[in-house]
């Protein structure tokens, strides 16, 4: 049954956002009804979008092999043990209501009824103070902001939210610093929002893409009720779930899933993908699906020229240090705190069990602390015990009554390229699934432009990449 304040999830939503280059007639992400038998197909990435790919690939009848050079599947949105019966993700997941296609395809895989919605309340740090900044009661009594500043949020949040999905579109070439100052006035910028622009992006702040923002505050938006709480999902078991639904499915039809594999690079004969180099050896594909960041992916293509491999090699992208942290009592109220306080490293504090009460851990709780950074910064690669030392220290100031001896466990995980830096104009940009080669196939988190990674996007994309797959073949 639903853990307390948690509710099943109803059906799949009407469709909700997908990138415009994946819709169909109806909205939702295109797909095809043919059929390739015998078409043999490597998919380089066990991530999200590398899964569904090759499930509906397999489906279709190819001859499908995944890639995956770690011990497990789901990339950003795998799981780990922390006791027996215990699992957590890596890095934090929600759903928004507006998810169809992560709704859809967990309907196609039967857990559907593992969806849970619940009412969070997000929290602020500001100024040493924590407040609570979520609905309109709060925001009213939030005092760091004059009677017309919080009358324009309210009225910049609910547009916002009722804007067509394409509203970021007349956002392309203007910056987030522009757009914010512009929509929520001056104060407000810089109270909320230019801190945890600053702390997420860093030196790229000032020129990132104010379609990026839009989209992210618009798809919250779609999780809030009339009164502006906010209403998100999760699903009972985590993103481990998924994962496990999407491999039972994989194994079904037949996909041939290969962890622990590390591909040298993309072999191209004669203008054409041919297959891939595995120590040295080389594996024939008639077609090959890259579903790995762009900073690795270039690496499998390194012999590949024009247009198409050189803009690939342009593209920039932070990574993140995320430290998680088993607590033996709550810390806060809040699913999302944030930071708007240039002491502390960093942007947010997630506790997912405020979400998630994730019963079989007996009432501890889980926090996530994360930090984005350039993969060549020395904070990058400090110790964990250093990465732990200053969140202790920085939880201590939000919360006085925090002592280290209220963690029973803690982890630190890293990547090395999770955020695209999204800057004005980058539609531009943006990478086809299609490459310059045939054969040759690459997903990746730029094509998710305007909108931030999630399970959802994610999803759509692996479909689009099999549609085109299987369109070629």
């Known amino acids: 049954s639903p853990a307390p304040g948690a509710t099943r999830a109803p059906a799949p939503p009407a469709p909700g956002w997908c990138h415009p280059s994946l819709r169909g007639a109806d909205g939702t992400a295109r797909r ?34 995944v890639l995956e050079r770690a011990p497990h599947l789901g990339g950003q949105a795998a799981s780990f043990v922390i006791g027996p019966g215990q699992e957590i993700e890596r890095f934090y997941h929600f759903i928004c209501s507006g998810d169809s296609g992560y709704l859809t395809m967990l309907d196609e895989l039967g857990i559907a009824d593992l969806v849970r919605w619940r009412t969070t309340d997000m929290g602020l740090f500001l100024d040493g103070e924590l407040h609570t900044l979520g609905d309109p009661l709060s925001l009213l009594r939030f005092p760091h902001l004059r009677a017309r500043d919080k009358a ?48 997420k992006f860093q030196e790229h702040a000032p020129d990132i893409s104010a379609a990026w923002m839009w989209a992210r505050l618009h798809r919250l938006g779609q999780s809030r009720s009339r009164t502006l709480k906010e209403r998100i999902g ?21 996909v041939e899933l290969r962890p622990r594999t590390t591909v040298d690079r993309v072999a191209v004969v004669g203008g054409r993908a041919t297959g891939v180099v595995i120590d040295g050896q080389h594996h024939p594909y008639d077609a090959v699906l890259s579903t790995v960041p762009v900073p690795h992916a270039v690496g499998l293509f390194a012999e590949l020229e024009g247009p198409y491999f050189d803009n690939l090699r342009s593209l920039d992208y932070l990574g993140v240090v995320v430290a998680t942290l088993r607590l033996d009592r709550r810390l806060s109220p809040y699913y999302w705190t944030n930071v708007s306080d240039a002491r502390l490293p960093m942007s947010g504090v997630i506790e997912a069990t405020n979400l998630n009460p994730m019963p079989e851990l007996g009432g501890d ?7 984005y950074l350039s993969p060549a910064s020395p904070r990058f690669l400090e110790p964990d015990d250093a990465v732990l030392d200053r969140y202790v220290e920085a939880l201590s100031l939000m919360h006085p009554g925090f002592d280290r001896s209220w963690i029973r466990a803690s982890w630190v995980h890293r990547e090395r390229w999770t955020q695209p830096i999204c800057r004005r104009g980058f539609t531009a940009q943006v990478p086809g699934v299609r490459t310059s080669v045939p054969g040759l196939y690459l997903t990746d988190s730029y094509q998710l432009h305007p909108h931030d990674r999630a399970i959802s996007f994610s999803t759509d994309l692996g479909r689009e990449a099999a549609r085109l797959v299987l369109e070629d073949g």
Do not use: C, H, N
């Open 152 to 199: 324009r949020f309210a009225l910049t949040t609910a547009l916002t939210k009722l804007r067509a999905e394409d509203g970021w579109q007349q956002l392309e070439d203007v910056t987030a610093v522009e757009w914010l100052t512009r929509a929520y006035g001056p104060r407000t910028y810089r109270l909320l929002y230019q801190p945890l622009l600053e702390s």
């Open 365 to 371: 709780a889980i926090v996530y602390i994360p930090q």
């Open 234 to 254: 999760y699903l009972v078991g985590g993103s481990a779930a998924y994962v496990d639904a999407l491999e039972k499915s994989l194994t079904e039809s037949q």
């Open 32 to 65: 095809t009804g043919r059929t390739v038998p015998g078409v043999r197909v490597a998919v380089i990435g066990g991530g999200i979008a590398g899964l569904v790919a090759a499930r509906d690939l397999g489906r279709a009848g190819a001859e499908v092999t």
